[in-house]
């Protein structure tokens, strides 16, 4: 079955500057591609998705990049303020009827003032 | 406004004892979704349904049980015998996909044992 990697595990960056996270995935019959942003005692809130016929996606200060060769795909936020501090999950699917999300295991962003 | 609810926000359980989460969305959305989170780690899938009275098993749901009796309601029950049940338990729900539709999530119940 799939299985998702995510790095870092943790992430502390400048306020201002950018982060960047990485998600490799095994199963090269998945296709579609979300990223979550949760929030202490909340659930997962969906920030940015993108499909296996797309390369790149972009929704103001958020970027998603899909290698479908290398099976690896990255979120990347610039000009990162407070209030990007949170845990990040990506996730990998194969669309067969229901959508069977596998997450990875999350990376932990802290925005430094 | 649209959502999905799930009741309690806290949750304890005894020794030998069923307890059953619940799970409410008025998006009039096909399918839903039972996820648990451990700390430092992603959700695993417990259980999904993509129709009323139908449901499969996820990766994790030995000890575990759902019913799906009405499209907007699908309770878990965490039985004895699933025997480390402490966690955060997810409901989700996402539009039956023609082509792939994101799945929006609840705020969670988070499960402990007395």
């Known amino acids: 079955g799939e299985n998702v990697e995510q790095h870092p595990s943790t992430l502390s960056v400048q306020e201002g500057d950018s982060a960047v996270i990485k998600c490799t995935y095994s199963d090269s019959a998945s296709n579609y591609f979300p ?14 998705d993108i499909r296996s016929n797309v390369g790149e996606k972009k929704d103001q200060r958020i970027a998603v990049t899909l290698n479908k060769t290398a099976k690896h795909f990255s979120l990347h936020i610039t000009e990162t303020q407070p209030e990007d501090s949170a845990v990040y999950f990506c996730a990998a699917s194969v669309v067969q009827g229901a959508q069977k999300l596998v997450f990875g295991q999350g990376t932990r962003l802290t925005i430094n003032p | 406004d649209g959502g999905i609810t799930q009741s309690p926000k ?33 959700l695993r899938l417990i259980y999904y349904s ?65």
């Not at chain 1, 990223?35 to 940015?48: D, M, S």
């Not at chain 2, 030995?62 to 997810?90: C, D, H, I, M, W």
């Open chain 1, 35 to 48: 990223w979550y942003k949760q929030e202490l005692g909340k659930g997962p809130q969906l920030i940015i």
């Open chain 2, 10 to 42: 806290y949750l304890f359980r005894k020794e030998g004892q069923n307890v059953t989460l619940s799970c409410e969305q008025n998006l009039n959305h096909d399918a839903m979704y039972w996820y648990r989170q451990d700390p430092g780690q992603g």
């Open chain 2, 50 to 114: 993509q129709i009323v009275n139908d449901f499969q098993k996820g990766d994790i749901a030995e000890g575990y049980s759902v019913s799906r009796e009405k499209k907007e309601s699908f309770p878990l029950t965490v039985t004895s015998a699933q025997k480390n049940p402490t966690a955060f338990y997810l409901c989700a729900s996402s539009i039956l996909p023609r082509g792939q539709q994101p799945q929006h999530f609840g705020d969670g119940t988070r499960l402990s044992i007395l």
